[in-house]
């Protein structure tokens, strides 16, 4: 296929060159061009656009892979936008896909794919993805996919070059929803082990046989596999997901939630913790640090026992 | 090892069946003695005594798997209890070593252990287990151990015959400590997955394709996998372990928690669900059925697109 792909941090450019391996033609821009010119350096074929309504020129499918729902919107509907360069539906052929891949929130993807829809009958995908640079660069990455069924098998055999997993997630906007809602789920399930190994530390257990236990029984999840062990050590590096950028998404989880008329109290929880953690100056730290907030609150620090202990 | 196994309840009758088919050399006794005749009757070779005093003579372990402390302690150092029947300690042999598999929290594994090595100069184990009744039956239960390590590995053989990971935890309570919090860890968890399911009801997102991702995803948990679809389809059966024994556990946590003079406020927050669900009649329903008083409280039911809704 011909693909553009718009914004090359650290899980876009793992995305493309998987996109490019793959075997698709791609072109690529990034809004600090040096960084698509070396990406176009290191990946043989790769064309490097100027705008993004340059790279949209004659290509099947856009990605896009940025911070937030403005940037989306600029890139695909600005004045330089990827719409107003992208190829119309004729009865030859279909129009250009438009898949975002950014975490946005549901109001924002169908907002978006209202106007594409609208004012250039373009269709739109939301494919906000989990799993991070790591599985990024591996090509593992889990889709969650809003919009129509058949723009998803379009497309299908690019989402397959970056991801073990594709699900369609009903209309445009779900896959955020879907999104949001684990990333709210991972935070507070983080929350969950920082109290564990807190309440554990108090207690003078030895916190490597409580995570090995809760690893292997009910008490599992893939927080404890992930964070635990850090929390223990208080290595916040490396940063697999700083914790400002789950923040962002446990805020997007939260307006969502609310716009429905819906509740998810222990999310608001979570963000708390994540406020305080962002403001204890951790928001460059792998969101393991918000174990510290907690250390601060309980007057413990994890792996360490209290003074006066008897055990 | 000729061992005497007091408390044939749903998890323990399992449990000496491992013991049985492994080799030991069994006796058996139980409350209601028809659960002990019968038994014995489908496990050639086991015998049957008439008191925990009787099985325990001339064993090299006592093993007991029952509700709480004050039977555990009833069983132990009562008028009939195992301790009086014993075999102590001696120059040219070890004292039978007593092993308690139920879940009663560490302040009572103490207190029982200190009183049979003052009065008695017996050993004792708390052992208590994760993994319902399909892993009693199948040996693959995991067992954290509180006590000295000699003691651990002259019983080792017979915990092998019945779990699949054996984890020594510390001195004696430690492995009550371990397991309350990853009970803990499991009640919390289980309240996010329903707090979960009913945002992202209130959002008509698909919840099958929710699952799905959490359970590939960030999101993951062993309760996400284990009682996510029971709670879509609303079927609290069958009861693999009943809401009021997870209750009476994560209250046995917070009781040891504040004993340590910590804390654990999400256990608080699952023991309040907890509560309501017991209160509304279900704690005879497996702990899934937690997700009740919050569909109550939502006002929602997870997987019923709420009236009205334009999505």
């Known amino acids: 296929m011909r693909i553009a792909f718009l914004g090359l941090g650290i899980m876009g450019s793992r995305m493309a060159a998987n996109l490019s391996l793959a075997g698709h033609e791609l072109t690529v821009w990034n809004r600090t061009a040096k960084t698509a010119d070396e990406f176009a350096g290191e990946h043989p074929g790769v064309s490097v656009a100027a705008t993004p309504r340059e790279a949209a020129a004659d290509v099947d499918v856009v990605f896009t892979m940025v911070v937030d729902g403005p940037q989306v919107r600029e890139l ?50 939301d494919a906000p993805v989990t799993g991070s640079a790591p599985r990024a660069q591996s090509g ?10 058949e723009t998803l098998e379009r497309v299908r055999p690019a989402l397959e070059a970056m991801g073990s ?14 999104k949001l809602i684990n990333n709210g789920v991972a935070a507070i399930n983080t929350v969950v082990v920082a109290q564990a190994l ?18 292997s029984g009910s008490g599992g999840s893939r927080m404890v596999e992930l964070k635990g062990s850090p929390m223990v050590t208080h290595n916040y590096t490396p940063v697999l997901f ?7 998404d446990v ?10 008329g819906g509740h998810f109290a222990l999310a608001e929880l979570a963000q708390d913790v994540l406020i305080q953690a962002s403001d204890m100056g951790l928001g460059d730290e792998d969101f393991a640090a918000l174990a510290a907030p907690l250390e601060r609150d309980y007057g413990v ?11």
Chains 1, 2 share one sequence.
């Open 76 to 125: 695909l509907l600005g004045d330089a936008g990827a719409a107003a360069g992208a190829r119309a539906r004729a009865d030859a052929e279909p129009g250009t896909v438009f898949v975002d891949c950014s975490t946005i929130g549901p109001e924002q993807a169908r907002a978006i794919a209202a106007e594409l829809r609208s004012e250039h009958n373009f269709d739109f995908l």
């Open 140 to 149: 593992e990455l889990v889709f969650m996919v809003g919009g129509e069924p």
């Open 165 to 178: 997993l594709i699900v369609h997630a009903g209309e445009v906007g779900q896959g955020q929803t879907v």
């Open 198 to 215: 807190l309440a554990a530390t108090s207690q003078g257990a030895d916190l490597d046989v409580l995570l090995e236990v809760m690893r």
């Open 242 to 248: 700083k914790l400002d950028h789950l923040l962002k």
């Open 251 to 260: 805020r997007l989880c939260i307006e969502a939630v609310d716009a429905s």
């Open 301 to 311: 620090r994890i792996g360490e026992r209290p003074a006066g202990s008897d055990r």
